[in-house]
């Protein structure tokens, strides 16, 4: 209640974007305070709990909602994010080289859609800077992802070196790693993930994890990012490559072109839309991949989860994790107490013990 009644009024006033660094940049600061973890987790924090914890990809997730990309593009406020009830989070976009990212205004809210759009263009400080912030955090509660990307003046057939280099900088630093080739504000990213383009892009990614693993002495898992704005046979044809390049699972789905059904007045706006209009849309393409792979590729379901009910149906649809984002805004962090509950009591209902019971439910 504190933040809806305190909180999100106060920063529903401001630009979205200053709202942002003021979140990301608070979290970071209070953080460093003598005993302010401690504090968040006792407001904030949810009690891990043996049905709800998730062992995946050699790491173990006190719980199945984590924090998608795209709000701690820096690695900023690792600890502040993590003291909040995550089981887990991404940072970045990241790129080799930090970039402004696309000119101002690029971030909208549509609060009668209980949904986002923004034009950010992959804004970051780079794979330099990320890996010396991560590189000072003495431990961590959660696992944390880093997504990695291209800058803006790579052209695709450079895009590799890109992803590599990311690797070769952040390997130590990241639990796992997540390859964006679906967000729709840098100019032909979303060309990666058709064709050949992305099978020689998976090679080149894999062939450097196998090497950097070779130098730390570690494996690590990488999951391929995808967008919901594809045709079936497209999905068809992304899920088989992915399936046979070793990638360890898939993200569905980044924002979605489309406008479908919205009422505010920004929907005019540029950009990818997150949030409760791509709640259904996501947890299609999650069921088709769980179809198609018969659930031997992990899915972490993202998209317009701002409930309960909402994440249960990704699961059930598909997926063994589940993110959020826009509803961090909408809903602050108190959020994740009642995802976390309304979990529990769902699988409860449905006679599961633990959730992996419920990950693909829908399929059998």
């Not at 070769?168 to 990666?192: A, E, H, K, M, W």
């Not at 088709?288 to 317009?304: A, D």
């Amino acid at each position: 209640m504190l933040y809806r009644n305190i909180g999100k009024p106060l920063f529903f006033k401001m630009d979205p974007e200053k709202a942002h660094h003021l979140v990301v940049g608070g979290l970071e600061r209070t953080a460093l305070l003598p005993g302010a973890e401690a504090v968040m987790r006792t407001v904030y924090g949810v009690k891990e709990t043996p049905d709800l914890a998730v062992d995946l990809f050699g790491l173990h997730f006190p719980t199945p909602i984590g924090l998608a990309a795209g709000l701690d593009k820096n690695g900023m406020a690792v600890r502040g994010f993590s003291s909040i009830g995550f089981g887990f989070m991404e940072v970045g976009t990241v790129t080799p080289k930090g970039q402004p990212g696309n000119e101002l205004p690029r971030l909208f809210r549509l609060p009668s859609d209980e949904a986002l759009i923004n034009r950010m263009g992959f804004n970051n400080e780079g794979a330099e800077a990320m890996a010396r912030r991560l590189s000072l955090l003495k431990e961590r509660r959660i696992p944390v992802a880093i997504n990695i990307g291209k800058n803006k003046e790579t052209p695709n057939e450079d895009a590799h070196d890109d992803y590599k280099t990311c690797i070769r900088q952040l390997f130590p630093y990241g639990d796992f790693f997540v390859v964006n080739i679906s967000s729709p504000n840098t100019p032909d990213l979303r060309s990666l993930q058709h064709g050949s383009e992305l099978s020689s892009l998976l090679d080149a990614v894999m062939n450097e994890m196998s090497q950097q693993a070779k130098v730390h002495g570690t494996q690590k898992a990488v999951l391929v990012k995808i967008a919901p704005d594809v045709s079936d046979e497209e999905l068809e044809y992304m899920v088989d490559t992915i399936s046979g390049s070793g990638v360890s699972g898939i993200i569905a789905t980044n924002t979605t072109l489309s406008r479908a059904g919205l009422s505010h007045g920004n929907a005019k706006e540029t950009g990818g839309l997150s949030g409760k209009p791509l709640r259904e849309r996501s947890t299609e393409i999650i069921s088709r991949i769980y179809q198609q792979t018969k659930g031997s590729l992990p899915i972490i379901g993202s998209g317009g989860v701002f409930t309960a009910k909402g994440a249960y149906e990704k699961i059930r649809a598909g997926a063994t994790l589940v993110e959020i984002y826009t509803a961090l805004i909408y809903e602050g962090p108190e959020v994740n107490r009642r995802l976390h509950a309304g979990l529990r009591a769902l699988l409860k209902r449905d006679g599961y013990a633990h959730i992996s019971e419920a990950v693909g439910a829908n399929h059998r």
